[in-house]
């Protein structure tokens, strides 16, 4: 991890705020969820971590529900993933004494979670299709996209002689009918970077609201509803709900769950770190950092201690070898590592 000075005023990202609920509320419980599941799939659970899984359940409904959800994976992933669903009782606990089939159980389970993620039943189709827990697979939205790249890719784009795009990992993008006199498309999920260079303008469309360029370059992040758009150079045009904005250069905005906000400065060198094969936090909590590099890698990262998630990071990852900052932030931050099956990763 490399050092560097905090930006001035540095808006939150989009991550941040997921239809008004932050970060680290839902999306925490959802990501705890994933790594009982995993852990449980993996068939190294002892008595301790089922009476663990018990009280973090009882914690809120919210728990309750989203492990409730993780069930509803495990029933669509179809007979292979039955030996694990099977052992659990109607209250959801995995009975605590480690049997001898536990190792096999794993095995099975790592390959129901591997393969049955992509070939779900039938009969859940409709619900896992549009609703893809915890990110497995793309969503039906993703999945009908004009272009998409995958956990880690990146790809250039030219979609005509003067409009050219990056995109981001785990991006998908539509081109769409604009409105009379312009050119279009939507941002269906992730981050893209697009460059324009012509008199007729461009609209981006993404969520509930849409950026409109002639001659500029920015970038455009979409996390659910919420959107940022950053502006690298000339002006950008972003409009929600019957508001509008001119971003100059060097500044963003970001709409969603609380409409149309504020336009701010932003640090270029970082909001365009990704562009150059780098992830650079400048103080920003342990959790938001997690949250990021999860974006980038196969699996998830699941922070499992709460006093670790609001430490202060600051560093800088090389997207080429991102799997290191797993190892820098065990190191810097005393937290110790469980790799599971399917690139899942606890630090507690």
Not at 28 to 56: F, I, K, N, P
Not at 102 to 107: D, P
Not at 162 to 177: A, E, K, M, Y
Not at 324 to 329: I, K
Request: with cysteine; hydrophobic share 40%; net charge neutral.
């Amino acid at each position: 991890m490399r050092g560097l000075a905090p930006p001035p005023d540095s808006p939150p990202l989009a991550g941040e705020e997921r239809e008004g609920v932050s970060s680290g509320g839902a999306q925490a419980v959802t990501d705890e969820a994933t790594a009982w599941v995993m852990l449980l799939l993996s068939g190294d659970a002892t008595t301790e971590d089922v009476e663990a899984l018990q009280r973090w359940r009882q914690q809120s409904p919210a728990h309750a529900r989203a492990f409730a959800e993780a069930k509803l994976l495990w029933d669509a992933l179809g007979p292979a993933a039955s030996d694990v669903a099977g052992r659990m009782d109607h209250s959801g606990q995995l009975p605590g004494a480690r049997g001898p089939t536990r190792a096999s159980a794993g095995h099975t389970g790592r390959r129901a979670l591997i393969g049955g993620a992509l070939a779900a039943s039938v009969a859940a189709a409709g619900y896992l299709g549009s609703k893809p827990p915890f990110r497995l697979w793309p969503s039906i939205e993703e999945m009908r996209a004009s272009y998409r790249t995958g956990t880690g890719e990146q790809r250039q784009l030219a979609l005509s002689d003067d409009v050219s795009l990056i995109l981001n990992t785990q991006t998908s993008v539509g081109i769409r009918p604009a409105p009379e006199g312009s050119r279009g498309m939507e941002l269906i999920a992730g981050e893209a970077a697009i460059t324009t260079k012509s008199a007729v303008p461009f609209v981006v469309l993404a969520a509930d609201g849409h950026a409109t360029s002639t001659i500029a370059r920015f970038d455009m992040r979409r996390d659910g509803t919420t959107v940022r758009v950053t502006c690298l150079d000339g002006t950008v045009d972003v409009a929600r709900d019957g508001r509008s904005v001119t971003v100059p250069a060097g500044h963003c905005v970001i709409y969603g769950a609380r409409g149309l906000r504020e336009v701010t400065p932003i640090d270029l060198s970082v909001a365009t770190a990704w562009q150059q094969g780098q992830l650079v936090f400048r103080h920003e909590s342990l959790a938001r950092v997690i949250e990021e590099v999860n974006r980038y890698r196969p699996g998830r990262i699941v922070l499992l201690n709460e006093k670790l998630a609001e430490r202060d990071v600051v560093a800088t990852f090389h997207l080429s070898r991102i799997d290191d900052a797993v190892e820098h932030l065990a190191r810097a931050f005393g937290a110790r590592v469980r790799s599971l099956p399917g690139g899942l990763v606890l630090l507690s």
